[in-house]
């Protein structure tokens, strides 16, 4: 059988395939982390786009996956968490990208989804989000000066980007020097 349903009044007919779905657990490293997230993509039953995490689900004999344990979650959500945690600076910001490098939260909603290229960041930014170096760096975010940090998850490999502009990073780095020198 090939069964799906999504907890409220959607099934899907004989012919949707769950084993073709980004959700379903084809890669070994997938099936030993115990979970996946994809990418997202506009959900069939409600047009929203939305990631899904996914957990496989065994037969009786623990060897072969008969099935997925899913959760859609809609990126106005992931959107939502990210921008409205706090940050320690007045003007700074977190950005969080997929693995392929998509636009999963961003403070300004119209640059979510979009490729991490097209933002308006410079290229020494782009190549150290290509390759993280977890150090603060000076780059352009849409041509204000800004200091900024990427942080790759080790598993999924989303990365976080902590932004804040050059004026207020000066301030918070004279303030700390003066705290010093008294």
């Known amino acids: 059988t ?3 349903i999504d907890g409220g009044d959607w ?4 012919s949707y395939d769950l084993k073709a779905k980004s959700y379903w657990f084809k890669d070994q490293k997938d099936i030993t982390a115990g979970y996946m997230i994809t990418e997202p993509y506009k959900d ?3 047009g929203s786009m939305v990631l899904t995490i996914s957990a496989p689900v065994y037969d009786r004999s623990g060897s072969k996956i008969v099935g997925v344990a899913a959760v859609d979650i809609q990126i106005s959500v ?3 968490m990210v921008t409205m945690a706090q ?3 007045e003007t700074g910001y977190q950005v969080l990208l997929s693995s392929q490098g998509t636009v999963l939260a961003h403070k300004d909603e119209t640059k979510v989804l979009l490729p991490v290229s097209e933002i308006g960041y410079s290229e020494n930014m782009l190549q150290n989000i290509t390759a993280p170096e977890n150090k603060v760096m000076k780059f352009d975010d849409n041509q204000t000066a800004s200091y900024g940090v990427v942080q790759e998850e ?4 989303w990365k976080v980007i902590s932004i804040i502009p050059e004026k207020e990073y000066t301030q918070v ?5 003066n705290s010093v020198i008294l």
């Open 78 to 80: 992931v959107n939502n």
């Open 44 to 46: 069939v039953d409600t």
């Open 11 to 14: 099934v899907g007919d004989a």
């Open 154 to 157: 080790e598993y999924t490999g």
């Open 87 to 89: 940050s320690t600076y």
């Open 2 to 4: 090939n069964l799906a």
């Open 173 to 177: 780095v004279n303030s700390t020097k």
